[in-house]
């Protein structure tokens, strides 16, 4: 048998498709693997090229089939999948990762470190936690307006709802109706406490990281932007130029040109959705805290304003801080103010 040089993984939860190519691209191997059969089949190969799709579980068999020698990349699924041929199987799946591993011209995601998933699993926590928040405020208020009590929106709104359930002083509402409340308002305070908990952990991590407390200078980068940044880059180098960390992100235009006639579009929103809302969100408070001042540090950001919207500015700050956030990871500086005075 020929010797194996490149090996496209299927991964999956039980079952393992994979498919090896020798140094002329003819198939060696073609087979499926149960999941206590991985580690010992690439122990007794010779290091090789390994390709995977980035997905689920693809970071921690990234790092242990590394660790026996082999050269492990991570490839985005969209870029794998115009090289599967007619019917979408695990095989024919494990045989388009084989060949899209040795194309030149594609795109790697680097493999993230336990640490680095650590932070982004807190991260992740956070705001699963947050949705829950939503979600319990929403049907409190959903189940209150069906008995005619309807309290102002924002947090005192939800403050005033929450001081009449414990009270239990209205007439309006039935003793089953104040139960089934009580428990909504329990969980609220839970989830509360919660994310608490979640936004001190994350503070606590970035206090420990250099690169993440020089990242918080940016006007907009908070312990929670700067944090989930540098565990989502784990090597910027990747980035050719800070245009590249914000397409990956998604906050560049999408393009439908030709014939050297450019159309730009919206935002693709074809990347990391995560840091895409926290960039924007930061990027909002800097133009709220603007108007409240009545002046700004950017002229660009001013001329922008008067002929675009809000949302629309806090997008091109938003793309601008991703930029500014690459050039410091990359190149190991400080914030430079004069980064922002500049279309």
Known sequence: MNEVTTIGVDI?????????????????????????????????????????????????????????????????????????????????????????????????????????QSVLMLHRTRQLFVRQRISLINAIRAHLAEFGIVAGVGRNGVEALLKLISEGNDDRLPAPARDCLMALAAQLELVKRQIAEADRRVRAWHRSSEVSKRLEAIPGVGPLVASALVASIPDPSVFRSGRDLSAWIGLVPKQNSTGGKERLGSISKAGNRYLRQLLVVGALSVIRRAKQLG?????????????????????????????????????????????????
């Open 12 to 116: 999956a939860k039980s079952v393992f498709q994979i498919h090896a190519v020798d140094d002329a691209g003819e198939p060696v191997i073609r087979r499926q693997l149960r999941r206590r059969q991985v580690m010992p089949f690439f122990r007794k190969l010779p290091p090789c090229l390994v390709g995977m799709e980035a997905c689920a579980t693809s970071h921690h068999w990234a790092r242990e089939i590394a660790k026996v020698g082999h050269d492990v990349r991570l490839m985005p699924p969209r870029y794998v999948k115009p090289y599967v041929k007619r019917n979408k199987n695990d095989a024919a799946d494990a045989e388009a990762i084989c060949e899209a591993v040795t194309r030149p011209t594609m795109r790697f995601v680097p493999v993230k470190t336990p640490e680095q």
């Open 295 to 343: 002046y700004t540090r950017h002229p660009w950001l001013v001329e922008l304003l008067a002929r675009r919207s809000s949302k629309i500015a806090a997008v091109a700050l938003a793309n601008k801080m991703a930029r500014i956030a690459w050039a410091m990871m990359a190149r190991n500086e400080s914030f430079n103010p004069s980064r922002l005075s500049t279309a």
